[in-house]
Each structure stands twice: as structure tokens, then as C-alpha cells.
């Protein structure tokens, strides 16, 4: 048996039936979104922060949530290679990003809005589309969408 010294790592995306219990049909408002995302950040919404991506269908339906990095209690670094990595390999056609603030504070920082244009910016290369980027708390959200900011 020989071994090629030039295999490749494959990315792997697997699926976990029943985690998230929301309606996942179909995300039909940044409210539905905002529902499935305090439930996929539940465990440490108010500990530290999460950013994540729910990866979506031409129908909008969820594929699937990854998460694309956790930082601190005030921060967390996002590497857009990782987000693309995971769409392309669930042939998602859209998406929404989401991150938690542990401090409860729903208003973006610079950060959120340089790394949303970034991102924005990346995905007219591939033809998927950025739907909505929200922050969550445990008791309410902010929708870059709803409020003009994407």
C-alpha cells in the first residue's frame, strides 16, 4: 500500500438532527432568525462570545449552523475563509451571520460593521447571498437588515 504525501484534508459537515427545536422550515423574518440563534447559542449566550453562520437554501430553509469562531467576554476574531469554507461545502445559495454580546448591549461595534462589508463584499464572488448579520442577547436582537446596515 503506498501513501500519497499530497492528500489533502477534507472539510466535514455533519448534520445533528434535533438540536435546534424552532420552526426550521423556513426563516421568513430576522424574528425567526433571531429565535433559531438564541437557541443555537443558549449555553453561553451571556458568558462569552460566539459568531456563527445559518446556512440556507433557495428557499430559505436552514441547512445548517456553524460555528465560525469563539473569543472572549468581549470579542472574537472571524477568519471569512472559514465562512466560505462551510457554505460551499453544504451548497448553501444564502445565509445569515449571527453573533452573540455578552453584555447585553445590541448596538454594533465598528468591528461588527467592517467585518459585515467585508464579508458582503466576498460573497459577490461566490453568488451566495448575505441575507442578514443579527446580534442576539438573551432577551432580544438587532438586525443589521432590518436596520439598514447591510
Known amino acids: 500500500m503506498t501513501t500519497n504525501i499530497f492528500d489533502i484534508a477534507e472539510v466535514s459537515i455533519s448534520y445533528k438532527f434535533g438540536r435546534i427545536t424552532a420552526d426550521r422550515n423556513k426563516i421568513k423574518s430576522s424574528?425567526?432568525?433571531?429565535?433559531?440563534?438564541?437557541?443555537?447559542?443558549?449555553?453561553?449566550?451571556?458568558?462569552?462570545?460566539c459568531f456563527y453562520i445559518m446556512m440556507l437554501n433557495n428557499a430559505?430553509?436552514?441547512?445548517g449552523i456553524s460555528r465560525i469562531s469563539q473569543g472572549g467576554i468581549t470579542g472574537t476574531l472571524v477568519d471569512v475563509r472559514l465562512i466560505f469554507q462551510n457554505l460551499l461545502k453544504a451548497n448553501a445559495t444564502a445565509f445569515l451571520m449571527f453573533h452573540n454580546h455578552p453584555s447585553g448591549t445590541?448596538?454594533?461595534?465598528?468591528?461588527?460593521?467592517i467585518i459585515t462589508k467585508k464579508i458582503k463584499e466576498a460573497t459577490q464572488f461566490f453568488d451566495i447571498k448575505l441575507l442578514?448579520?443579527?446580534?442576539?442577547t438573551s432577551e432580544d436582537y438587532l438586525s443589521f437588515?432590518?436596520?439598514?446596515l447591510l
Open 145 to 148: 437588515a432590518d436596520e439598514g
Open 31 to 49: 424574528q425567526c432568525a433571531s429565535i433559531i440563534a438564541r437557541e443555537a447559542a443558549a449555553d453561553h449566550i451571556e458568558h462569552y462570545e
Open 132 to 136: 442578514d448579520h443579527l446580534i442576539i
Open 60 to 63: 430559505n430553509q436552514v441547512l
Open 106 to 113: 445590541l448596538k454594533p461595534s465598528e468591528a461588527d460593521k
